[in-house]
Structures are given as structure tokens and as C-alpha cells.
């Protein structure tokens, strides 16, 4: 057995006790797994904001001055998730996949992470960053695409001292994207959009059908790094615990699935979840 990480070493052995047990284990990742590569998470230890919401589909919808202002935020956002490196923990599940011991990875996250780590069967619940979406003509560019015409059609534009958010977001005063001019779409001039899941917006029924049919091959559900405290992720947990899997919830902090959880580990994810696929591996 590996050295643990800092924990309470006994709940993170049965953990990896039940991951070594299960041959069909789920991951269901959230912001906590993507922390230690500088992305920061939404929530506090007791589940409450750490900073402004994010923005709401129907008031980015709305009015340009909310597009404006989050497509402002956004160039500044997006460099920073663009240099990001997956962690311990991203490379922990992608060798777990690699071996054949992690069925499937359900993650809200939408940085990529997971993918870059290696990882391959993955469901991106939420979307990805790196993708826009014309929300008139379906057409799609990609993100890096978008970066560039919003640098050129705001030459010199920059502001100091912003503080990242795990959505690639950052906070702004009003005045500094008073001038801010956003790209339309290239083939029909409608209202382009990342296309990832905003707050007050429906996850697509096709990834939640897909994500619960995993779930139901499964024989244990570990959630590592979420709050669960808003429905697209808790729901899985309370599938799992109505069908009698058991559920291993990996956070620091609070959860809303914590009464569901067989074992809460309070831990960092990435050296638990290092920890975790050595133990496999030896």
C-alpha cells in the first residue's frame, strides 16, 4: 500500500479498498479534481459561494451588454484554462482507463482536462470551453478561432490583476468592457455562445441519458472533487444509492450527497486519487 495523502488514511483505504474491489467503477468529477492545476473551484468548504455566481443563460440571452461583458471576461479567462496542465489526479484516472479499471468518467467540469491527461471515455456533462456554438445556425468554431477574432476586434484591449474562475470567467467593473466590440457568427450573424452548460440552462437529455445508461453498467459510483450541490451532478448519486451501489464521495468539505455516501473522504483529489491508482497498479 502507497503512502497516503493527508486524510483521514483510514475511510481513504476503504476507498481503495472498494475501487480494487469493483470492476466497473464510475467517476463523476467535479471543480475540486481541477484546483491543483490553478483552476479554482465555485465553493467553499461548506458549500457556499466563493465569488459571484456565474452568469445565467437567460440573462446572457438578454441584452449585448451581458454578452459583452462575459465574452470581455472571457478572452482575459480563457488564456489562463489555456495553459493549464492536467494534474495528478487527471493522470491518475487516464492510467485507471488505460488498465481497465474505470468503466466510464462523468465530469462537470469544462476545461478538458481529462482528455489532455489521456483520458478517452469521458462524458463532458457540462460541454467544453474549448467549443462555440451559433445559437441560430448550429455552426461551430473553435474556441482558440474565437480568441483570435476577439483580439482583433478589441486591439490593445487588457486589464490588470483579474482574478480566474472555473468556467474560465472573471470578475470586471462595468467601465472596462463599456467599449468591448463582440464577433457575430460568420455564416448567419447570430449570437455565438460557448458551448457549455450556463446556470439556468438544461444539460442536453442525450448526455444525461447517456450518463445515467453508464451509471446502470456500473457496480460503484466515487464522486471526487463536486459539491453535488446543484441537481446535474446529485442526481447520479441518487440514482446509485435508490439501485443499492455504493457511492464514495471524495471532496474537502461539505457535500449535499454526503448522507448518501458510503465513505466521505475528506482529501485533496489528486494525491488521494494518485494514491488510489498506485494501489491498482501494484
Not at 23 to 36: D, H, K, M, N, Y
Not at 210 to 219: K, Y
Not at 235 to 252: S, T
Amino acid at each position: 500500500m502507497p503512502a497516503m495523502p493527508a486524510s483521514d488514511s483510514g475511510t481513504l483505504e476503504q476507498f481503495i479498498s472498494m475501487l480494487q474491489a469493483s470492476r466497473r467503477p464510475l467517476l463523476l468529477t467535479g471543480a475540486g479534481v481541477s484546483t491543483e492545476s490553478g483552476i479554482p473551484d465555485y465553493r467553499d468548504a461548506g458549500g457556499g459561494w466563493k465569488r459571484r455566481p456565474p452568469i445565467q443563460l437567460q440573462e446572457f440571452l438578454r441584452t449585448e451588454h451581458a454578452r459583452r461583458r462575459y465574452w470581455a471576461r472571457s478572452m482575459l479567462g480563457w488564456s489562463m484554462i489555456r495553459q493549464a496542465s492536467p494534474n495528478s489526479g487527471h493522470r491518475a484516472l487516464a492510467r485507471l482507463e488505460q488498465a481497465g479499471r474505470l468503466h466510464w468518467l462523468i465530469t462537470q467540469n469544462v476545461d478538458g482536462l481529462h482528455q489532455r491527461a489521456g483520458s478517452r471515455r469521458v462524458t463532458d456533462l457540462h460541454g467544453r470551453l474549448d467549443v462555440v456554438l451559433c445559437l441560430d445556425c448550429g455552426h461551430r468554431l473553435s474556441r482558440d478561432v474565437m480568441q483570435s477574432v476577439l483580439r482583433e476586434r478589441n486591439p490593445g484591449w487588457q486589464v490588470d490583476s483579474v482574478e480566474l474562475a472555473p468556467d474560465g470567467d472573471v470578475d470586471l467593473e462595468s467601465s472596462a468592457f463599456a467599449t468591448f466590440r463582440i464577433p457575430d457568427c460568420p455564416c448567419c450573424g447570430g449570437v455565438l455562445k460557448p458551448e457549455v452548460v450556463f446556470f439556468g440552462e438544461k444539460v442536453p437529455r442525450g448526455s444525461v441519458a447517456f450518463a445515467f445508461q453508464r451509471l446502470d453498467e456500473s457496480d460503484l459510483l466515487v464522486v471526487a472533487g463536486s459539491s453535488l450541490m446543484v441537481w446535474s451532478g446529485y442526481r447520479f448519486v441518487r440514482h446509485a444509492a435508490a439501485r443499492g451501489l455504493p457511492v464514495v464521495v471524495l471532496n474537502q468539505g461539505r457535500t449535499r450527497g454526503d448522507t448518501e455516501a458510503t465513505v466521505k473522504v475528506e482529501a485533496c483529489c489528486g494525491p488521494a486519487l494518485a494514491a488510489a491508482a498506485e494501489a491498482m497498479e501494484a
